[in-house]
């Protein structure tokens, strides 16, 4: 519109630290893009530092992969029968750790000078989130044998996240990301007559339109029949420590969340309203028990531990 320009703030595969590569997409690596900006953006927000609208950190979800578009060369023309189809190739285990490393988010800090928005490549609270960060399940579900995995035998540690959609900013300054459509990651087949064979329906696992499970068994449910109820939450990340693990949190439900948009209720409590992108499905909202302490950030940090 007159009066308006366009820029690009962030690419896949930009440098986000000091020592990321430059992308190269002949030359790409799981190392590489772990320091990276990662791939197909969902939700954008933006936390102020020191209450400046023109320095703060960028947040960005990145959702989904797609290696036909990712990976040169992997898509071959075949013929058969007189016609002409395109195939994608399966991806070698490099591949799929590219990908795994691409999904997450993002959180980079950002400036604006001169009127333009650039990033700080070197801002000490910049982080990369992938499918393989070390998280945390709290609340409610935390340590459940539902949870609990031949890697875990605890049902309290997860490894990564995926398909985060939508997220939010919460009150005091978090990061929520919502782990949206996670069926198409597992593969394979429950064991006949499995308790969770119900659950897995009404969510569509396996949908298998990843290669995840040819590399990695967790993502197998032959071999790991309880990996899918580790993700479909709510994971909140504390900015301001780029060393802190992430935390799944239970109480604020298991489904395909679509956003996590929040208010503070007259009474202090902090009401999110949380979207199911199943079909056919809900739009839940969820109330904390405790109340919202403006002028202690680290009281609030359990919030979403415990609520209706």
Not at 151 to 180: H, L, Q, R
Not at 250 to 273: P, Q
Request: charged share 25%; aromatic share 10%.
């Amino acid at each position: 519109a007159p009066g308006y320009n366009a820029d690009v703030l962030l690419r896949w595969g930009d440098p986000l630290f000091a020592d990321s590569p430059d992308f190269d997409p002949v030359k790409q690596s799981a190392e590489a893009q772990a320091k990276q900006f990662g791939y197909n953006n969902d939700y954008v927000g933006y936390i102020a530092i020191d209450g400046s609208a023109e320095h703060g950190l960028l947040v960005v979800n990145h959702e989904y992969t797609n290696p036909h578009l990712m990976f040169p060369g992997i898509v071959k023309i075949v013929e058969k029968e007189g016609k002409k189809s395109a195939e994608v190739a399966p991806l070698s285990k490099e591949q799929v750790d590219i990908e795994m490393a691409a999904h997450g988010g993002t959180i980079v800090e950002i400036r604006k000078v001169s009127g333009k928005w650039e990033v700080v490549r070197d801002g000490k609270l910049n982080r990369r989130i992938t499918s393989n960060t070390e998280m945390a399940l709290s609340g409610p579900a935390a340590g459940h044998d539902r949870l609990k995995t031949n890697a875990d035998p605890s049902g309290t540690k997860v490894i990564g996240t995926f398909n985060n959609c939508a997220g939010g900013v919460t009150p005091w300054g978090t990061y929520v990301m919502a782990e949206e459509n996670i069926h198409g990651y597992f593969s394979g087949e429950l064991p006949e007559g499995h308790k969770e064979a119900a659950n897995y329906k009404r969510l569509g696992i396996p949908e298998g339109a990843y290669e995840w499970a040819a590399h990695y068994d967790r993502f197998d449910l032959a071999k790991e029949p309880n990996e899918p109820n580790r993700f479909g939450w709510i994971v909140e990340v504390d900015v301001n420590d780029p060393t802190s693990t992430p935390r799944k949190r239970t109480a604020m439900g298991r489904f395909k969340h679509e956003g996590a948009e929040s208010i503070i209720a007259k009474d202090g409590r902090v009401v999110f309203y949380l979207g199911d992108d199943e079909r056919f499905d809900y739009v839940y909202k969820f109330v904390t028990k405790g109340t919202f302490n403006a002028n202690d950030h680290a009281a609030n940090k359990d919030l979403l531990d415990d609520g209706t």
